[in-house]
Structures are given as C-alpha cells and as structure tokens.
C-alpha cells in the first residue's frame, strides 16, 4: 500500500522559509500525482492552499508557494508568521480517481 | 459566500447506519465533482468518497467500498454519504469538499462528527 510521506514537524523563525515535501514510500511525485496542500488548524476545517503542484486557491498570500523538488512536492512558506502556525497536509492522485493524504506536518513559528 | 454545511453526524452503534448531509451554496453545485474526507481523532485526514457531476462516476477508498455510498441530488443542492455497517474506526469528523481540479481542493465544510460506539 502506498503511503504519502510527510515531515512530522517543522520549527521556522518568524520572517523565515521553511519548506515541506510530500513524497512517496515507493516511486517520485510529479506533476501527474497534482498534488494539493491545505492547512488546517486545530478545531478548525482545512483550508485550500495550493493546487495542480503549484496553483494558488483564492485568497491565498503569496507567500505560499508550491513545486517539486526533487521526488518529491514541496509547499515552501517565504517570510513565515505566527499565524502560519498549523498543521499541513497534502494529498496526491493516486489514479482512477483516488486520492491519498500525506501523513500531515507541524509547524511551529517560534 | 460558498457555504457548505454538513449536518447528519452523531453517535451510532457498532453495525449501525448513518446518513450525512452536505448542504451547498454560493457557487454551481451541478457543476462540481464533491468529495467526502474524514478526520479520525487526533489523526490526519483521509480522502474517503468523491462523485461526478452528473452522478454517473463514484469511487471509494478500499476500507469503505461496500459499506458507504455518496450520491447527489443536484436539484437541491446536496450531497450525501449513506454509511452502513459502521465500526469503531469510522469514528471521525466528516467533511465534504468540493473538487476544484483533481481532488478536494475548492471549498470546504466545517465538518460533522460520528462517533461509532457500544
């Protein structure tokens, strides 16, 4: 079963980059897995940040910025604020219309 | 204002049934692919459901096929997911979403919680 890897936890400096990936335990993402990301705070819904790898959703800053690096996708903060503290997910295409999470990260803006 | 509320969640016993709601406004429903994902307590979300447009397309995470069933009714406005034959590890928050362009990455619901328990 493939599995969609994600750091556990992440700690940036506020007004620093800091840059999430989403890979696979078998194989390379690419832009044909269409990865998305959300943020989601506790208690609170997810929130659409990025789309098609590297799409902003409305209303997004742009300091959120998606691509791929590497094998893997990649969600990068440029210029990080203490309310970009939460939990961050992506979710990738698996085929036939399937889609499978990554196991989320933490970040931390201290 | 896109609003989609889902309603329907609760507490239910182990082999129970359960059918949640997902109220749509704001933008064209008819036009969407939909999703259902979940949050199990204290863990990551999960893609559980999505269908197309018109109806005709539904696919199924593989611990759920058999058991759930996500329909529409666009004259409405809504969307559903018919869950039967629940267990323990059911037990989450339910959130539809609509798909903006390969996965549930439009607009999001707050959320219903079933709690599958004895």
């Known amino acids: 079963q493939t599995v969609v890897t994600q750091e556990p936890s992440f700690s940036v400096s506020p007004g620093g980059t800091v840059t999430l990936t989403c890979g696979l335990t078998?194989?390379?993402?690419?832009?044909?897995?269409?990865p998305s990301w959300y943020q989601q705070t506790p208690g609170q819904a997810p929130r659409t940040l990025i789309y098609?790898?590297?799409s902003r959703s409305s209303g997004v800053p742009d300091r959120f910025s998606g691509s791929i690096l590497g094998n893997k996708a990649a969600l990068t903060i440029t210029g990080a604020q203490a309310d970009d503290e939460s939990d961050y997910y992506c979710?990738?295409?698996?085929?036939?219309?399937?889609?499978?999470f990554g196991t989320g990260t933490k970040v931390t803006v201290l | 204002e896109v609003q989609l509320v889902e309603s329907g969640g609760g507490l239910v016993q182990p082999g129970g049934s359960l059918r949640l709601s997902c109220a749509a406004s704001?933008?064209?429903?008819?036009?969407?692919?939909m999703s259902w994902v979940r949050q199990a307590p204290g863990k990551g979300l999960e893609w559980v459901a999505n269908?197309?447009?018109?109806?005709?397309?539904?696919y199924y995470v593989d611990s759920v096929k058999g058991r759930f069933t996500i329909s529409r009714d666009n004259a409405k406005n809504s969307l559903y997911l018919q869950m039967n034959s629940l267990r323990a590890e059911d037990t989450a928050v339910y959130y539809c979403?609509?798909?903006?362009?390969?996965?549930?990455?439009?607009?999001w619901g707050q959320g219903t919680l079933v709690i599958v328990s004895s």
């Open positions: 979403a609509s798909d903006h362009y390969y996965g549930p990455n439009g607009h």
């Open positions: 704001g933008f064209t429903f008819s036009s969407s692919w």
């Open positions: 269908i197309k447009q018109d109806g005709s397309e539904k």
């Open positions: 078998s194989g390379s993402v690419s832009t044909s897995y269409y």
């Open positions: 098609s790898t590297n």
């Open positions: 979710v990738l295409y698996m085929g036939s219309d399937h889609y499978v």
